[in-house]
């Protein structure tokens, strides 16, 4: 059994990760840290969890962390970065769900997070963990950066066409859209149910942060550095992401658009190609670890159309997370992840 | 393995089926029928199910039902009614999802469901499939009538009390409120997004299917009949039920309520008492196939309020036949039943 | 032209009372004031205002305030209290929609609301503001406690039946269901999308505050103290409260309920009793000032059900805040209040 | 006072013109039709309506039809061109909110709703009733084609880049969601509550038939024929749409998009520019008729987004449509429409 130890179990990543690990045949969990929350047993703050993780929240304390074979940042932004350095030097291995290691670039980083980054080196240490490009290095990496929620969907749509060359990279755009669980379990005026029900509206159109994670992560597989319109939205629901992705076709290259992405994917247990002319539904990867995608071509014009959904706290954060847990630890990379989304 | 077929496979609790039935470890799944939609694959209906059932629709041939060891109904009220004969002749066992087995009285059945009974000698023959009540009658029965999703949650919320005889058992109220996948998968104005959707009403107070079963089940537990207000609700959601239970104490009799619950219900793998003061959330059982309960005394008064609940889909429905086929199997009770709440 | 001004303008209650003076005829808004946002433009935060309210927040100044004909309260309960006075002694009229006025003893507030009166002997001074029950006193008053929003749906669906001495005083139950937005706009977890949508939970059955308020008006039609057991809920949507009343029939009264209904509210142009039979729906009152009823009387049993839905922001709060001012001022009681519900 | 007939109320534009024709000043309500529904009274299939239209639902007679001023198609497509030539002839004025007469090609308006015309002559005829485009000539109409509601939006978004000839016209993507209500009333499985409720999804990418009517309507601004992708959603809400437009800026165009916006709508009593950095909600338009707009140009590039919200049933049907009836008739044009959304 592989002991996991998670640390910032109070947000949405944290239970979603609970969730997971405990169904998941492999792994005991032996801890579950909340600095806020230490002493309250974590069923009492989740109750799904009843029967199921019958651990207090403890103080986020290193020897004790040390213990664990494998640990999970589930914490918000800023704060990984303080103690993984440690925790690597005592043979832990760490899976960061935040954003701390997902940029290479030290001013990159910087510019986006707005604070100075507590232990440079490992930006280029860490594993980007998108297991449908990195697998082997995940396997052997000691600290994985788990992508950001509108990051993956966005990356798996578009890395089928960049690596085929059928795309103009400078014409890119992704329109998409997520639940409202992707803005975490904070205290704030505007993720309340009165601000986000029954309305739909755009935001941060002038920068998002996972822009410089997604074309760090697409630039490899273009020829010239990519350009990406990035719109993100807020749908007024709790789970999913749909990444509405458009980019210009060179001339001809769309006659196997289907077959492109088939082949892509074929080797893919979490990425779902559909058949020409679905239209994939968020509430079908509802609790589930997997992409769907869909590609089209409207009016046989030159603008080709990718829809891809994820759960943002599955496929988006916890259950890759877990994916790459199983790589990291040789175990099949879909123990614990063989889970039919929740439809209706 | 276990060889099961589903009968009517279009519907909510048909596809509700298949995902537990996918991820059970001893089930194989032989046959989804509808008539109407024969040779579509199932996972084209619904693709949560891709990567796991490979079936397509098919017509409900007897012959080929018989193949299998349990056949579930998934279907409307009056549909199962007319197959079920032939089959229990053949050897199958039945659990039936509808309405169609759960009263005891002809006259009471067809003076609620509108239609005369195909089968009249099966009601008395059937096993009405509560676990919590019937459980070592479930395990030999031929024919399974599964409850009613409010039935499960008002009966489990009632069972207690009345067993201890701490209520006045003609003083029984249940305010029930239901997501709209309750109402089924069918083309009708009154269940559209349109409709249903940020508005909330009762509906059948004048009298509602789910009552005569609530009452059959109560009064086996009561010196003298029981009286039971019963309103509906609809929610604008659409997985759960919550009941809100009102009965009136006799006398001093409110000494032990957390207690009695927790007594009744401690072997109980499904059902789950909460602390003191606890309030259910329906979220906590989306997707398990659990029914969680608490109950209240308001200002030390001399009513007693229980609140319950289920998601209806799952211990209301699809999960609770699950649970049934694995005491009617000999399988250990929880089988494929070990999941946890989606939440959020 | 009557002068208003509103303390507190950023919260639902604000937001609501401006959308309702800004299309009423005889009302000119003097000043919106908020500490936290002075200086910012009031359409800035809510932009369904623009082009109908122009002006920027201000600090609550006495000086200014004491320009105005009528100052509404939209503050938190328990700030009112401190500057009422004072605005009373410059001959101000006041409307409290918090719940600082609302109850006439002293002793039972400060239990409820746990601190101690600023003002108490205001408390006897303030005249309830349910026209319904006391049109005369609010013609005259200098200070009136808007009701709260579930006291406004109970005591109008139990008030009929209590004046005709038809149901048991001691066998009272609301079961009352809320949208979030009956919370306020206040950031808290407890609230945010992620924790409310698609989700279901009774809440304060131990206590609320709203039972003291409502006991309190019915107390005085009835013959012996009322006992009330009052169960809240919080719906997943945003507007609307139904409140689903239960009460013991005494024998041989139920026989002309929807004729007491009737003639009860038939000259109130607020309260609109629907047909026999009717499910009143929330939304039928979403954005009106209205409250819509049934009366059931389930299987010709004793217990009558009343069905009462308004929408909490307007007859529960804002809209029945400008009914007051209406009639304190002389006005047509509708005037800038026949706004038709916005269904769907 | 107009007198008005509604051909066609029982969907979601019929209540809503029955809404605010109610509170508008200048309007008496002669009839309201349906086929299905005659006899019935309007405000029970509507309560909403109680107490502000009296009427029942009548037979589609053309003679009594005939004695209203104006009346308003709230049919489905294909129904209205059956009967406005014969109305036209006995000097009615009639506005359409279908899409019989949006198209000015017969054999474009026959490819997409691949039905006959019954009446192609007055194709050319009737007046698309965009009163920002086409104010003058919606005057003097006999017959006004009111807009489609994601036509509306995403004209309105569009128009000032067209005019201003800043963008490159083949470079168009319209990114538009829509609440449900857009699809109407009808019983159908696709629009149920728990088929679209929590989720989300593309639909039509292949084609819709807005496409043809928002092409037709942006050809004559440019100098080439437009080349528009367009790709609709289905949002897990019931009222607004948000169009998110794209397009590619001519070189060094981008400077003065904020004030090209305001210029191009600064006497438009309908349409709202947001000031620069905006996001604007659906929300802040539910129940107006008003589309607000915000433009934006990502990290400074070369691609314009433009954010347009409407209520699909104001702004982009029945709104509009009490819009072209008070320029058909002469009224001040906001007669009626000074109405602030609701928000919350």
């Not at 290691?101 to 986006?112: I, P, S």
């Not at 020829?223 to 990406?228: F, G, I, K, S």
């Not at 990867?285 to 046989?300: D, F, M």
Request: hydrophobic share 45%.
């Amino acid at each position: 059994m592989i002991k996991v130890g998670i640390v910032g179990g109070t947000g949405y990543t944290g239970v979603e990760l609970l969730r997971l690990l405990a169904m998941h045949s492999e792994v005991r969990v032996q801890m579950v840290t909340s600095r806020g929350e230490a002493g309250i047993k974590v069923a009492d703050m989740f109750p799904n969890l009843r029967g199921f993780i019958d651990l207090p929240f403890t103080e986020p304390e290193p020897e004790q962390l040390a213990k664990c074979d494998v640990v999970f940042f589930a914490t918000p932004n800023g704060t990984a970065m303080q103690s993984v350095p440690d925790l690597l030097k005592m043979g832990v291995r760490v899976i960061d769900l935040a954003a701390d290691f997902r940029l290479k670039e030290t001013a990159t980083w910087e510019e986006w997070y707005k604070v100075k980054h507590a232990c440079p080196d490992l930006l280029t240490d860490a594993v980007y963990g998108l297991p449908e490009v990195n697998r082997t290095a995940i396997a052997t990496a000691r600290l994985v950066a788990n992508p950001g929620c509108y990051a993956t969907a966005v990356q798996l749509g578009f890395i089928p066409l960049l690596e085929a060359g059928v795309v103009d990279p400078k014409s890119l755009i992704a329109d998409v859209k997520s639940g409202v669980s992707g803005a975490g379990r904070k205290a704030e005026v505007g993720t309340l149910m009165g601000e986000t029900g029954e309305s739909f509206k755009a935001y941060n159109v002038a920068g998002h942060r996972h822009l410089p994670e997604i074309i760090q992560g697409l630039n490899p597989l273009s020829p010239v550095p990519v350009q990406l319109t990035f719109v993100p939205h807020l749908l007024p629901m709790i789970r999913g992401i749909h990444a509405t992705l458009y980019a210009t076709l060179y001339e001809d290259s769309a006659l196997h658009l289907q077959n492109i992405f088939e082949q892509r994917y074929k080797d893919e247990p979490f990425v779902d190609v559909l058949p020409a002319g679905s239209h994939p539904e968020t509430r079908s990867v509802r609790g589930a670890n997997v992409c769907r995608i869909a590609v089209h071509r409207p009016q046989g014009g030159n603008v080709v159309v990718v829809l891809a959904v994820i759960d943002n706290l599955v496929k988006g954060a916890a259950g890759q997370a877990v994916q790459n847990m199983n790589i990291m630890c040789g175990l099949a990379e879909s123990t614990g992840l063989k889970i039919v989304g929740l439809l209706p």
